[in-house]
């Protein structure tokens, strides 16, 4: 299944991000609405999964609550793609396992990623010029881990042949004669050290109602984003009520928006989508907030960090 730019030259995504599905629960029918309705509203070109999809301690059949989560996407023929979190595996069922699961799924464009790879699921979706064929954007796709180490303690980080391996893929990717890169997106659970960088440095628009839980070693996947030239933007999960975003070194490091209702969230907050449009042809995108209730959010509050505002 090829992903394409509609032919207006513009391509949409849907981000839902901690779903947090168990298995038969009622808890979780609020959020399967949530995504029915902003699937309905967006009618997006592909919906990406940014991690804890399911509560895998809390599932007796992390399979079906698998299933189970995706049926709105799955219901309306919408391709689809997922990256693991840090919970995701924590049941009966390994990452290669849910791998699986998903890759049996209708409309799933989940991929293992190359062999011997740090992760499951480091893998880059094209998508292409609906006339030409060629590729006009990538959307890259990284497994950010779950835990350190005790000696560090904490979460992951993208490991170095992680790196590596995006590293060669963008050098592989460029187009033209003089190998330039393709506008590209990446995505991932984990936020990386920068997140907490450009909140305390940059103007950021949105809200940060927990402490960025990134991990405490760097391993320089964002030099190496900067470095490449290609990627626009970073999308992240895994902290429920944060969803800023900001401009740090020209990349725009964003969080998704919460959208399970079976797990911690703030009042006054509600759970919601992140939406993201890329045009052909342009270096840029456009992003908003969808929220439970239907309201679109396209312009968020500024922090500025001089105002401690």
Known sequence: MNLSFRPDGSFHVVQFTDLHWHNNDPRDEPTGRLMADVLDVEAPDLVLLTGDVIAGRACSDP???WRDAVAPIVERGLPWAAI???????GSLTREDLLAVQQGIPGC???HGPEGL??????????????????????????????ADETIGGYAWVAQDQVAWY?????SLASGVERAPLPALMFLHI??????????????????????????????????????????????????????????????????????YHTYGREGFPRGARVIALQQGERAFRTWLRLA?????????????????
């Open 63 to 65: 399979a079906s609550a």
């Open 84 to 90: 693991f979190g840090n919970h995701d595996d924590e």
């Open 109 to 111: 464009l989940t991929e």
């Open 118 to 147: 740090s992760g499951v699921g480091n893998y880059v979706l094209p998508v292409h010029d609906a006339a030409s064929g060629r590729i006009g954007a990538l959307l890259y796709c990284i497994d950010s881990g779950g835990y």
């Open 167 to 171: 590293r060669e893929t963008a050098r």
């Open 191 to 260: 936020p990386l050290p920068e997140y907490a960088e450009v909140w305390n440095t940059r103007v950021c628009y949105g809200h940060r109602y927990e402490t960025v839980c990134c991990p405490r070693v760097n391993s320089g996947l964002f030099v190496a984003l900067y470095e490449m030239g290609d990627v626009l933007g970073v999308f992240a999960g895994h902290d429920h009520v944060n969803d800023y975003e900001g401009t740090l070194h020209g990349i725009r490091l964003c969080y998704g928006r919460g959208g399970g």
């Open 293 to 309: 209730g239907g309201e679109r959010v396209d312009a968020q509050p500024p922090h500025d960090p001089e105002t401690k505002e």
